[in-house]
T-cell receptor, first 111, second 115 residues
């Protein structure tokens, strides 16, 4: 299957700091999505990107669909303790049938 | 409330004892899929279904079966579970109509341990 390289693997930051994480792929995707997973729960969609070059915000979160369609990044500004969790990128194949996920970025926010 | 419901949430079983994990969604979504989540590997797709009676293999289908007899249900069947199928399993669904069709909605997960 296709591999999504997500980095960094983990981050420990102070409350109030900004966070940046990214995903790269060897293949082109039709859609990029960013999910957050809290312990014991399923992933929850944060942002969906549908067009190359698209920059989308959702509150303190901003994500971009790379112009090559092989990468995406997620920024979180002014982090707060409830941002703690694991963040996953996901790419949707061109035929729309399959989704591939990154290995996740574990975020810890220190108050 | 729109949701994807999986059962059981936790299960411990023994090698070779057939089991079924159920998944149901109330959003009238055409597309449903199963993933397994393992440490360091992220989520990997097992099977997906584009609609009733239409199913296809994902990246890691070996040892699993699925069926889609009704639009709302998509059970995952392990005919003869083995210890390497110990994992956290997620069911997800999405609609196929409209612009925003890339958004997957996940269940809360089913943690399976095979001894």
């Amino acid at each position: 299957g296709q591999q999504l390289n997500q980095s960094p693997q983990s981050m420990f930051i102070q409350e109030g700091e900004d966070v940046s994480m990214n995903c790269t792929s060897s293949s082109i995707f039709n859609t990029w999505l960013w999910y957050k997973q809290d312990p014991g729960e399923g992933p929850v969609l944060l942002i969906a990107l549908y067009k190359a070059g698209e920059l989308t915000s959702n509150g303190r979160l901003t994500a971009q669909f790379g112009i090559t369609r092989k990468d995406s990044f997620l920024n979180i500004s002014a982090s707060i303790p409830s941002d703690v969790g694991i963040y996953f990128c996901a790419g949707q194949t061109l035929n729309g049938n399959q989704f591939y996920f990154g290995t996740g970025t574990s975020l810890t926010v220190i108050p | 409330e729109a949701q994807v419901t999986q059962n059981p949430r936790y299960l411990i079983t023994v090698t070779g004892k057939k089991l079924t994990v159920t998944c149901s969604q109330n959003m009238n979504h055409e597309y449903m899929s199963w993933y397994r989540q393992d440490p360091g590997l992220g989520l990997r797709q097992i099977y997906y279904s584009m609609n009733v009676e239409v199913t296809d293999k994902g990246d890691v289908p070996e040892g699993y079966k699925v069926s889609r007899k009704e639009k709302r249900n998509f059970p995952l069947i392990l005919e003869s579970p083995s210890p390497n199928q110990t994992s956290l399993y997620f069911c997800a669904s999405r609609g196929l109509a409209g612009v925003r069709t890339g958004e997957l909605f996940f269940g809360e997960g089913s943690r399976l341990t095979v001894l």
